[in-house]
Each structure stands twice: as C-alpha cells, then as structure tokens.
C-alpha cells in the first residue's frame, strides 16, 4: 500500500490536472481528518482503573460547568478547585463556564469528533445518552464508585467525601442507563409555583393546600377582567398575564406523568403522540386565546412579570427562587417596578392531589474517557470532591438546589442554614430557603424520564408543541384536532422523530437508534469517499497513459 507521502508526490506531477490536484489535496486533507477523528473516537480502550494513582506526575484535567452569570457560584467553583488542588498539588484543574447547558451539550459533540472532550463535565442524563454513541467516551462509574483505594471514603482519598449510600438514591438512580452509572449527581431541583398570593386572595380566593390545575386556570380567568380604561382590576397595569410557564417541555412531561399517559418508554418508544396529549394541548389554546396564560419563549421571564404585579402564577425551577418576589436578591427589573405582595412557595399544580407527581431536575457531572488512565482517574478524583459538603452545602445556598447526598442535607450546618428563612433577604432569602425545602419534602414524589439517545430531542419535541399552539392562538389561527395532527407532523419533523425508527406495529412508537452520526462525520465520511474515487481514477489515469506510451 502507498503511503500518504507518496500520493502526494504523485499529485504533484505534470500529467495531473491542475483542478485535480486541488481537488485531490482538498479531499486527502479531509480524509485525514477524518482518519484522526475516527482515531480519537474510536480509538479509545475501556478505562480500567490503575492499582496506584502516580502522585510523581502532572495532570492537567479541564472541567466545564454552567452558571447564570452568577459570581459566587463562580468563586464556589475556583474555591473547590483550588482546595482540591491544595490536597492534589500534582493536578491542574482548568475551569470553563458556560452559561447553558445546550452550549456544553453542542461543544461537547464537536469535540467528540476531534477527540478533544474535556475531562469533567456538568451536564444531564439525556446528553450523555448521545456521548455514548462514541465508543467508550464516557467512563462507567459504577467499578470506581466502590474501589477500596479510590471509591467513595476509599482508604487513599485525602478528603471527606460522601459514602455511596448517602448519596440519595432518588437522585443516583437518575445516573444510571444502559446498564451503567455514567455520572454522579452534582445538585438537584424540580420545578415551584411562585405565586402572588395577595392577588390571589384579593380575587376572592384562598391558596388550597395542594395546587390543582383546575385552581390555576380558574383563577388566572378570573384575572381577566378590566375597568372601563381597560386596565386590569386585579393590579391597575395594562399588563397583565396571569400564569406564565418558564419550561413548556417540562409542563408537558409532568402533565403526561400526572395523567399517567405515554411519553416514552424505558426502551426508547416515542409515546408522545396521544389523545392526552392532543385534550392537553386544547385546553392551553383555550386559556392562551384569553391572554391568561403564557410561556417564557414568547413573553419572557416569569419572574420579572411577578416582581412587576403582572403575574400571579410563574412557574420556574426551585433553582430560580432567588429571582422571584418583591425582595428577590438577584431581581432583573428596576427597583420602580417592583409590587409590593407576598409570594407563596408551591409545589406545582396536580391532576391528583393524592398521588402528586413532579419531575426532578438538576446537573449531574460525567468523567470522560482519555488515553491515560491516571488522568481519568485524576478527573475522578477531582468529580468526587465535588460531593464533599464543603462544596454541596455552599453551591446550594446560593440558589434553591439541594444538596445531593444525605452527609450534607443533614448536616448541622446545613440545617442551621434552613432553620433561618426569611432572617435577611441575602444568604437566608425565605423564597430561596422554602424552595429547596419544598423539594426536600417531596423527593419521594419525584420522577424522571427514561434516557436514550433521542430522548433529548424528544423532550425538545414536547415543549415545541405547546409553544407553537400558544403562537398559532396569538395569529389567530383555529386550534382543532386537524391542526394537532399537522403539529404532530410538523415537530416530528422539526426534531427528526422519524428518523429515530419506528417500532413494528405502532406507528406512533418510534425507537432510538443509537448508530447515528453527527453531521460533520457525514461529511467527513462523505469526503473520505470521493478522496478514495479520486485516488482510484488517478491510478487507473496514470496506467491508461503508461501503457498507451508504450
């Protein structure tokens, strides 16, 4: 076989076309890359864990997580890493922040491609269901989590870490597909009704003491009347829109659950398309063409329109409280346009009071794959000192997350830390503290949805659907079962559904198909293909020409 060097000599001569040679390198450049993109992702050994971590040698290991622009989380992050560092002289951690995690989950696919990943990484289930379609690029954890040397209180870590059983089963299980743990829980939170109760009761209502769907709507209707200048009575503005949704996927998602309709299965069924779904989706039109209910895409954040008497219901993860009510520390609009009311914490409205159900939502971080299993082992280290108390119990009081293992939640001080909502409107900001509490007191009402490689793009799917209804109510389009089938159509095709495969029998169950490429290994591919026909003709070019010299 020729070498590459000797193709190149080859295309330098005078007998190949000028547009030929150009071509040609054009498309071995290409070949090339690809060759070494494949390398990189293909490449790669199963990790096995080294008998001894070499404290003699250097490891420079990059991390990157997510933060709102949020300046302690960041110095909580560079706290940790140099706290670690201090224990691991011999490791580097370099942190990169992002501030969403579609950007990390779209950098991180591109650089599966080169073989450029970082080492540890904030991200969710979903996402790492697509990382895996590069072989061994995300380290199964579950070998080191009980390691005598290097696992969870392993007799060579230098730090307090948690023990496995105090990491919350709820939230470790939410780690766990294909048979494997790819990542550990980092923080966790569900979703909240921030609601503005002194609208509520000025409406002539009392807040129940569970939230129901039927509450939500009657009352956000019941917001709808106006004076004869047509401002709104309940709060003397023009503005006005009582219920606003931050995440429309997971408002469907939990829907579906509490009226245990399909979504999908454990086995990657797309189950979405349902007369649930469609009876839902109506419903919504119905209060979406009155102006009582809205969604962040189109109206943006639920937050500012609370603090600014123009909302009463916003519904926001419980990692959000610190934007939400009059006295919110991190408030997004100015001081002038706060109302003054009193905010009420709630869990989200419910079909069935008595078997409440809610989806449990947070970052969880992922290890991933390197040529040098000490360096793997190096980033392990570093992603187990994230579930030290010393770094849960700071990072959750900064928002309404809680704490992931059950060493810190019940820990002295962060009880003291719960035990004093509402003393000032800064660390113990009582919305902030009544968040993480509420999620504290139903994580056994919890749920999450089942991981494959597009589930993703499916739970994308599930919020479009009632993001384009709302869109098409505004236009003033007729929202019937006519177009519910047209938007099944038209999202499907939005988030290639059908190009995940269908289940024989059941046209609306599809299944994941775990083989496909991103778009730039397409082309890669594609390029590698036409270099090869390109070679092959200039071969047989140069023989045709050899043999008519003769």
């Given at each position: 076989?020729?070498?590459?060097?000797?193709?190149?000599?080859?295309?330098?001569?005078?007998?190949?076309?000028?547009?030929?040679?150009?071509?040609?390198?054009?498309?071995?450049?290409?070949?090339?890359?690809?060759?070494?993109?494949?390398?990189?992702?293909?490449?790669?050994?199963?990790?096995?864990?080294?008998?001894?971590?070499?404290?003699?040698?250097?490891?420079?290991?990059?991390?990157?997580?997510?933060?709102d622009?949020n300046?302690?989380?960041?110095?909580?992050?560079?706290?940790?890493?140099?706290?670690?560092?201090?224990?691991?002289?011999?490791?580097?951690?370099?942190?990169?922040l992002?501030?969403?995690?579609?950007?990390i989950?779209?950098?991180v696919?591109?650089?599966?491609?080169?073989?450029?990943?970082?080492?540890?990484?904030?991200?969710?289930?979903?996402h790492?269901?697509?990382?895996?379609?590069?072989?061994?690029?995300?380290?199964?954890?579950?070998?080191?989590?009980?390691?005598?040397?290097?696992?969870?209180?392993?007799?060579?870590?230098?730090?307090?870490?948690?023990?496995?059983?105090?990491?919350?089963?709820?939230f470790?299980?939410?780690?766990?597909?294909?048979?494997?743990?790819?990542?550990?829980?980092?923080?966790?939170?569900?979703?909240?009704?921030?609601?503005?109760?002194?609208?509520?009761?000025?409406?002539?209502?009392s807040l129940?003491?569970?939230?129901?769907?039927?509450?939500?709507?009657?009352?956000?209707?019941?917001?709808?009347?106006?004076?004869?200048?047509?401002?709104?009575?309940?709060?003397?503005?023009?503005?006005?829109?009582?219920?606003?949704?931050?995440?429309?996927?997971?408002?469907?998602?939990?829907?579906?659950?509490?009226?245990q309709?399909?979504?999908?299965?454990?086995?990657?069924?797309?189950?979405?398309?349902?007369?649930t779904?469609?009876?839902?989706?109506?419903?919504?039109?119905?209060?979406?063409?009155?102006?009582?209910?809205?969604?962040?895409?189109?109206?943006?954040?639920?937050?500012?329109?609370?603090?600014?008497?123009?909302?009463?219901?916003?519904?926001?993860?419980?990692?959000?409280?610190?934007?939400?009510?009059?006295?919110?520390?991190?408030?997004d609009?100015?001081?002038?346009?706060?109302?003054?009311?009193?905010?009420?914490?709630?869990?989200?409205?419910?079909?069935?009071?008595?078997?409440?159900?809610?989806?449990?939502?947070?970052?969880?971080?992922?290890?991933?794959?390197?040529?040098?299993?000490?360096?793997?082992?190096?980033?392990?280290l570093?992603?187990?000192?994230?579930?030290?108390?010393?770094?849960?119990?700071?990072?959750?009081?900064?928002?309404?997350?809680?704490?992931?293992?059950?060493?810190?939640?019940?820990?002295?001080?962060?009880?003291?830390?719960?035990?004093?909502?509402?003393?000032?409107?800064?660390?113990?900001?009582?919305?902030?503290?009544?968040?993480?509490?509420?999620?504290?007191?139903?994580?056994?009402?919890?749920?999450?949805?089942?991981?494959?490689?597009?589930?993703?793009?499916?739970?994308?799917?599930?919020?479009?659907?009632?993001?384009?209804?709302?869109?098409?109510?505004?236009r003033?389009?007729?929202?019937?079962?006519?177009?519910?089938?047209?938007?099944?159509?038209?999202?499907?095709?939005?988030?290639?559904?059908?190009?995940i495969?269908q289940?024989?029998?059941?046209?609306?169950?599809?299944?994941?198909?775990?083989?496909?490429?991103?778009?730039?290994?397409?082309f890669?591919?594609?390029?590698?293909?036409?270099?090869?026909?390109?070679?092959?003709?200039?071969?047989?070019?140069?023989?045709?020409?050899k043999?008519?010299?003769?």
């Amino acid at each position: 076989m020729k070498t590459p060097y000797a193709f190149l000599k080859k295309i330098k001569s005078p007998v190949f076309p000028a547009w030929g040679r150009s071509l040609a390198l054009v498309l071995f450049a290409a070949a090339l890359l690809i060759l070494t993109g494949c390398h990189g992702k293909e490449g790669l050994s199963p990790f096995e864990i080294p008998e001894e971590f070499d404290l003699s040698q250097s490891y420079e290991i990059t991390f990157w997580a997510k933060n709102d622009t949020n300046k302690t989380q960041t110095a909580i992050y560079e706290k940790a890493i140099s706290d670690f560092q201090a224990l691991y002289p011999n490791i580097t951690v370099n942190l990169r922040l992002y501030t969403d995690y579609g950007k990390i989950y779209n950098d991180v696919i591109t650089n599966i491609a080169t073989g450029t990943t970082p080492n540890v990484c904030i991200t969710y289930p979903d996402h790492i269901a697509t990382y895996l379609t590069g072989t061994n690029m995300v380290v199964p954890l579950e070998t080191l989590f009980e390691n005598e040397k290097y696992g969870f209180k392993g007799s060579q870590i230098p730090f307090d870490s948690p023990a496995l059983l105090e990491i919350i089963p709820e939230f470790l299980e939410e780690c766990a597909f294909d048979g494997h743990y790819y990542a550990i829980p980092y923080m966790r939170s569900t979703e909240a009704c921030y609601i503005n109760k002194t609208y509520v009761e000025s409406l002539g209502y009392s807040l129940p003491d569970a939230l129901t769907w039927d509450f939500v709507w009657q009352v956000s209707e019941a917001a709808m009347a106006r004076d004869r200048d047509g401002s709104y009575v309940v709060n003397g503005q023009k503005v006005l829109i009582p219920f606003i949704y931050k995440s429309t996927d997971n408002m469907m998602i939990q829907m579906l659950r509490q009226r245990q309709a399909g979504y999908s299965s454990e086995e990657g069924e797309l189950l979405l398309f349902n007369d649930t779904t469609r009876e839902l989706l109506l419903t919504i039109a119905d209060h979406a063409k009155t102006g009582a209910f809205s969604t962040f895409k189109i109206s943006s954040y639920p937050a500012n329109f609370l603090n600014a008497g123009q909302c009463i219901f916003a519904i926001d993860s419980t990692a959000g409280a610190t934007w939400m009510g009059t006295h919110a520390p991190l408030c997004d609009i100015s001081p002038d346009k706060l109302v003054e009311f009193e905010t009420a914490v709630m869990p989200i409205p419910q079909f069935d009071t008595q078997n409440p159900r809610m989806i449990s939502q947070g970052p969880s971080v992922c290890v991933f794959n390197k040529s040098d299993p000490q360096e793997v082992l190096a980033s392990w280290l570093f992603a187990q000192y994230l579930l030290t108390n010393e770094v849960q119990i700071a990072y959750s009081e900064t928002e309404g997350y809680v704490p992931v293992t059950s060493k810190a939640q019940n820990s002295p001080e962060y009880q003291d830390y719960l035990s004093r909502c509402g003393e000032d409107n800064a660390l113990y900001y009582d919305v902030k503290i009544k968040a993480a509490r509420l999620l504290l007191e139903h994580t056994d009402h919890t749920f999450v949805t089942p991981v494959f490689n597009g589930s993703a793009s499916l739970r994308d799917a599930s919020g479009q659907m009632i993001e384009n209804t709302v869109k098409s109510v505004r236009r003033g389009e007729t929202i019937d079962d006519a177009y519910i089938e047209k938007l099944y159509s038209d999202v499907t095709s939005l988030y290639r559904l059908d190009q995940i495969g269908q289940k024989a029998g059941n046209p609306s169950s599809q299944k994941a198909d775990l083989g496909k490429l991103p778009q730039m290994s397409v082309f890669l591919l594609s390029a590698l293909g036409i270099a090869w026909v390109c070679i092959i003709f200039y071969v047989v070019f140069q023989a045709v020409k050899k043999k008519q010299s003769y």
